[in-house]
């Protein structure tokens, strides 16, 4: 109605809203007496329903009884005692029915006895006085709790808690949970809830369990500060009272429980630990339970600390390989063990109390290794490390238009995330915990990410370099945030909090590339073969993809990476720093697999190498490993500096002008990048107007190149029709995979804009 008369919903709602008490009476004439349900007054009432009963008609009505009996009118009656009721009195304590039925309700809820003190024990803890009785307005139609109706200290309890736990803003305030948690404590008549559970209050409802669980941590927090007593038992660790590292998990309450812990060296060794540095929870948890088991073996076998040894921690190892036979989780339990086993052996504070135990009570790397279980399965044996080929991310990237969420900003935020993921090679958790301003630049504008490590120590990254596209790009979305209205520190806030700035979940990207794939699978999926891990053809899977799997397509670009002459642009120091491996071997797992199909790829043709004439010899590969040694585009069989392992050239490294270079036709490619950086150099030689002599370095370098070439076009040429299609066919594969592989990609974010704009006209 409001609305149709042009009254505004701001205008409305601040209007106060009140119960409009009934001004009809009893329908007797003159009766001064309010009317109940069927129109009249009790009185009355009772005397209609005597009369209908005897009539035997179901159709008799109050008017007919009115007409034909024509009952005498009844003087005001006595009020409800409560003062601000304005029903009349029908019970012989004073109340009216509606305040009866409540009084009834609390004496069985409370299971107490009817007198006089019982009905003064319900009006102070349950009634609730009017907040305005001259308009008869309830605090309820207000939208107000009267919380000085409570007692103190609880009133300040609950307040202080309803409050911390608006400004932490971890979710939203239910105003009918509050107001009925107030009923429910005032109607207990209790003063404090200092070591309840809940409150003292039990419900079946999972968001209002969730906020009673969190008012009751509040509470008791706040009280062991401020009076110092802490009462709870010293072997339940409670999260929040350890340091922890930055996590989007919610700790609430969680503790880890020790008290099953037997030996004390144990228990201080885990605790000095857990509070040395900050943790993430999952770690703690993992710890914690790895050591609850070790103390477990160790309370059987009943073998003092101070005669513990090899013995008994290969007990615990041969335990743990028992009750968790994935080689995974073994490797993590017995991480967890080693790692509080060194570090309270280098910790000063608890030299007293390990100085007892043997050094002989240790983790031994070779004996104590992780055992995988034969009945387990070996994880993609033909991919390790979820080996992706480039060109499934590239097809995968370019079909990122057929990403389409809700509206516009949702997709652009999906497709952003998405590519600055692929462009960039972070952990799920590193891409969306990006900040907002993680974008820098070098003294000449380039510009670099700015990232912190996932994983610990969560230190800064490496700066990346990144392409001036995907710079692009990550500015593009920052203004279509701040158009949207996004004021935030994280580049992706996520929409789930009204109020709190967080970054999304690893689970959204996660499922954002999910949704990707399946688009891609369904649209346009990708049939072809492609170059395994092992350099076989392999037919891909895209539901495979993941998150993970645009990571290691990252290292792997960088990995394969190569200059002008071919050589590798990113030394494996340089990729782990990148990366954030903590392991080496972790990165050079990328360079294994560059070897391992190039090394396929020269199967696939006869064992030749051309020298520097162009002429073919015949290798025999079962003893090419004795007299020669890789070099930048094929191979040294120069003697001395074979024997050197490189490191004897006569000519340094002018491999091209070198008779003893052998070079494979599959490196034509490479070839022809050596001679266009060898003319390059000639020209620039040039200019500075360097000597004849080293002109015709260059020139003669060049024309070397040249010859070499020629000599692999000629022996290629020459070939039978099906090799010669199978170098072709690797040339072509190779020098494709190179380029896609370091060349940049590009999306433009605004497009979603414009279209939905353009649709709206």
Same mark, same amino acid.
């Given at each position: 109605? $409001?609305?149709?008369?042009?009254?505004?919903?701001?205008?409305?709602?601040?209007?106060?809203?009140?119960?409009?008490?009934?001004?009809?009476?009893?329908?007797?004439?003159?009766?001064?007496?309010?009317?109940?349900?069927?129109?009249?007054?009790?009185?009355?009432?009772?005397?209609?329903?005597?009369?209908?009963?005897?009539?035997?008609?179901?159709?008799?009505?109050?008017?007919?009884?009115?007409?034909?009996?024509?009952?005498?009118?009844?003087?005001?009656?006595?009020?409800?005692?409560?003062?601000?009721?304005?029903?009349?009195?029908?019970?012989?304590?004073?109340?009216?029915?509606?305040?009866?039925? !409540? /009084?009834?309700?609390?004496?069985?809820?409370?299971?107490?006895?009817?007198?006089?003190?019982?009905?003064?024990?319900?009006?102070?803890?349950?009634?609730?006085?009017?907040?305005?009785?001259?308009?008869?307005?309830?605090?309820?139609?207000?939208?107000?709790?009267?919380?000085?109706?409570?007692?103190?200290?609880?009133?300040?309890?609950?307040?202080?808690?309803?409050?911390?736990?608006?400004?932490?803003?971890?979710?939203?305030?239910?105003?009918?949970?509050?107001?009925?948690?107030?009923?429910?404590?005032?109607?207990?008549?209790?003063?404090?809830?200092?070591?309840?559970?809940?409150?003292?209050?039990?419900?079946?409802?999972?968001?209002?369990?969730?906020?009673?669980?969190?008012?009751?941590?509040? *509470?008791?927090?706040?009280?062991?500060?401020?009076?110092?007593?802490?009462?709870?038992?010293?072997?339940?660790?409670?999260?929040?009272?350890?340091?922890?590292?930055?996590?989007?998990?919610?700790?609430?309450?969680?503790?880890?429980?020790?008290?099953?812990?037997?030996?004390?060296?144990?228990?201080?060794?885990?605790?000095?630990?857990?509070?040395?540095?900050?943790? !993430?929870?999952?770690?703690?948890?993992?710890?914690?339970?790895?050591?609850?088991?070790?103390?477990?073996?160790?309370?059987?076998?009943?073998?003092?600390?101070?005669?513990?040894?090899?013995?008994?921690?290969?007990?615990? *190892?041969?335990?743990?390989?028992?009750?968790?036979?994935?080689?995974?989780?073994?490797?993590? /339990?017995?991480?967890?063990?080693?790692? *509080?086993?060194?570090?309270?052996?280098?910790?000063?504070?608890?030299?007293?109390?390990?100085?007892?135990?043997?050094?002989?009570?240790?983790?031994?790397?070779?004996?104590?290794?992780?055992?995988?279980?034969?009945?387990?399965?070996?994880?993609?044996?033909?991919?390790?490390?979820?080996?992706?080929?480039?060109?499934?991310?590239?097809?995968?990237?370019?079909?990122?238009?057929?990403?389409?969420?809700?509206? +516009? /900003?949702?997709?652009?935020?999906?497709?952003?995330?998405?590519?600055?993921?692929?462009?960039?090679?972070?952990?799920?958790?590193?891409?969306?915990?990006?900040?907002?301003?993680?974008?820098?630049?070098?003294?000449?504008?380039?510009?670099?990410?700015?990232?912190?490590?996932?994983?610990?120590? /969560?230190?800064?990254?490496?700066?990346?370099?990144?392409?001036?596209?995907?710079?692009?790009?990550?500015?593009?979305?920052?203004?279509?945030?701040? +158009?949207?209205?996004?004021?935030?520190?994280?580049?992706?806030?996520?929409?789930?909090?009204?109020?709190?700035?967080?970054?999304?979940?690893?689970?959204?990207?996660?499922?954002?590339?999910? +949704?990707?794939?399946?688009?891609?699978?369904?649209?346009?999926?990708?049939?072809?073969?492609?170059?395994?891990?092992?350099?076989?053809?392999?037919?891909?899977?895209?539901? &495979?993809?993941?998150?993970?799997?645009?990571?290691?397509?990252?290292?792997?670009?960088? $990995?394969?990476?190569?200059? +002008?002459?071919?050589?590798?642009?990113?030394?494996?120091?340089?990729?782990?720093?990148?990366?954030?491996?903590?392991?080496? &071997?972790?990165?050079?797992?990328?360079?294994?697999?560059?070897?391992?199909?190039?090394?396929?790829?020269?199967?696939?043709?006869?064992?030749?190498?051309?020298?520097?004439?162009?002429?073919?010899?015949?290798?025999?590969?079962?003893?090419?490993?004795?007299?020669?040694?890789?070099?930048?585009?094929?191979?040294?069989?120069?003697?001395?500096?074979?024997?050197?392992?490189?490191?004897?050239?006569?000519?340094?490294?002018?491999?091209?002008?070198?008779?003893?270079?052998?070079?494979?036709?599959?490196?034509?490619?490479?070839?022809?990048?050596?001679?266009?950086?060898?003319?390059?150099?000639?020209?620039?030689?040039?200019?500075?107007?360097?000597?004849?002599?080293?002109?015709?370095?260059?020139? $003669?370098?060049?024309?070397?190149?040249?010859?070499?070439?020629?000599?692999?076009?000629?022996?290629?040429?020459?070939?039978?029709?099906?090799?010669?299609? $199978?170098?072709?066919?690797?040339?072509?594969?190779?020098?494709?995979?190179?380029?896609?592989?370091?060349?940049?990609?590009?999306?433009?974010?605004?497009?979603?804009?414009?279209?939905?704009?353009?649709?709206?006209?």
């Amino acid at each position: 109605m $409001a609305k149709a008369e042009g009254v505004t919903r701001e205008a409305w709602s601040a209007v106060p809203r009140r119960r409009l008490e009934p001004t009809l009476g009893c329908l007797v004439l003159g009766c001064g007496r309010q009317h109940s349900s069927n129109r009249l007054c009790k009185n009355h009432s009772f005397l209609y329903r005597k009369h209908k009963r005897k009539s035997h008609l179901s159709s008799y009505t109050q008017e007919d009884w009115i007409q034909e009996r024509n009952p005498n009118p009844l003087p005001p009656g006595d009020r409800c005692v409560l003062p601000t009721c304005s029903s009349d009195r029908t019970q012989l304590n004073g109340l009216c029915d509606n305040h009866q039925s !409540g /009084y009834r309700r609390w004496r069985t809820s409370q299971n107490v006895a009817d007198d006089s003190e019982s009905l003064a024990c319900w009006v102070e803890r349950v009634f609730e006085p009017l907040m305005d009785p001259k308009s008869m307005t309830p605090f309820a139609a207000a939208y107000a709790t009267p919380f000085g109706l409570l007692k103190e200290p609880l009133r300040s309890e609950y307040l202080f808690a309803v409050q911390q736990r608006d400004l932490k803003g971890r979710a939203h305030l239910s105003a009918a949970d509050i107001r009925s948690t107030y009923q429910w404590l005032r109607s207990s008549g209790r003063s404090t809830v200092v070591g309840e559970t809940r409150l003292g209050r039990t419900t079946t409802d999972e968001n209002m369990s969730g906020m009673l669980v969190e008012l009751q941590r509040l *509470i008791d927090e706040e009280y062991r500060k401020w009076s110092g007593v802490d009462d709870r038992d010293p072997r339940l660790i409670y999260l929040k009272d350890l340091p922890l590292t930055n996590t989007n998990q919610s700790i609430g309450d969680h503790v880890l429980d020790l008290r099953s812990v037997r030996h004390e060296w144990i228990f201080q060794a885990f605790m000095a630990w857990a509070k040395a540095t900050p943790r !993430g929870p999952s770690t703690l948890a993992l710890v914690a339970g790895a050591w609850n088991f070790a103390d477990e073996v160790l309370a059987s076998r009943r073998t003092p600390p101070q005669a513990l040894g090899t013995g008994d921690m290969s007990a615990i *190892i041969d335990a743990i390989r028992e009750r968790w036979p994935a080689q995974k989780t073994q490797r993590r /339990y017995i991480g967890a063990i080693a790692r *509080i086993i060194q570090f309270a052996r280098a910790e000063e504070g608890l030299q007293e109390l390990w100085r007892s135990i043997p050094a002989q009570f240790s983790v031994d790397p070779e004996r104590h290794r992780a055992r995988r279980n034969p009945d387990e399965a070996d994880p993609n044996p033909d991919e390790p490390f979820r080996f992706v080929p480039q060109p499934i991310v590239d097809w995968v990237m370019d079909h990122l238009h057929l990403l389409e969420r809700r509206d +516009e /900003y949702s997709t652009a935020e999906a497709r952003v995330m998405i590519f600055v993921h692929e462009r960039c090679g972070r952990r799920t958790g590193e891409t969306l915990r990006l900040l907002d301003d993680c974008i820098s630049y070098d003294s000449q504008g380039s510009p670099y990410l700015e990232w912190q490590q996932g994983k610990a120590p /969560y230190a800064r990254g490496k700066r990346l370099p990144i392409h001036q596209e995907t710079h692009d790009v990550i500015r593009q979305w920052q203004e279509i945030k701040r +158009e949207h209205g996004g004021q935030s520190k994280w580049l992706f806030p996520s929409l789930s909090y009204s109020s709190g700035d967080r970054p999304y979940r690893s689970n959204f990207l996660a499922d954002r590339v999910n +949704e990707l794939t399946r688009l891609v699978a369904l649209h346009s999926p990708y049939s072809a073969p492609v170059e395994g891990a092992e350099g076989n053809l392999i037919y891909f899977d895209l539901s &495979t993809i993941d998150p993970y799997s645009f990571r290691h397509a990252f290292a792997q670009r960088l $990995a394969d990476a190569t200059d +002008e002459e071919g050589r590798s642009t990113t030394p494996p120091d340089v990729l782990q720093d990148y990366m954030g491996h903590k392991s080496f &071997t972790t990165t050079m797992v990328y360079y294994q697999v560059t070897a391992k199909r190039r090394k396929k790829a020269l199967e696939s043709i006869a064992p030749r190498r051309l020298n520097l004439h162009g002429k073919a010899v015949e290798v025999d590969r079962e003893r090419d490993g004795f007299g020669k040694i890789a070099v930048t585009l094929g191979h040294c069989s120069e003697p001395q500096n074979v024997a050197a392992s490189g490191h004897s050239c006569a000519l340094e490294h002018s491999c091209e002008s070198c008779p003893f270079f052998l070079v494979d036709p599959l490196e034509r490619d490479g070839m022809v990048a050596k001679r266009d950086y060898l003319r390059v150099k000639l020209e620039r030689a040039r200019v500075i107007d360097a000597p004849q002599h080293m002109l015709d370095h260059y020139a $003669a370098r060049a024309q070397n190149a040249t010859t070499i070439i020629d000599g692999i076009d000629e022996y290629v040429a020459g070939l039978p029709e099906d090799e010669r299609r $199978a170098i072709a066919d690797a040339l072509d594969r190779m020098a494709e995979t190179r380029r896609r592989a370091t060349a940049s990609r590009n999306i433009d974010v605004r497009e979603l804009l414009r279209k939905a704009a353009d649709d709206g006209k």
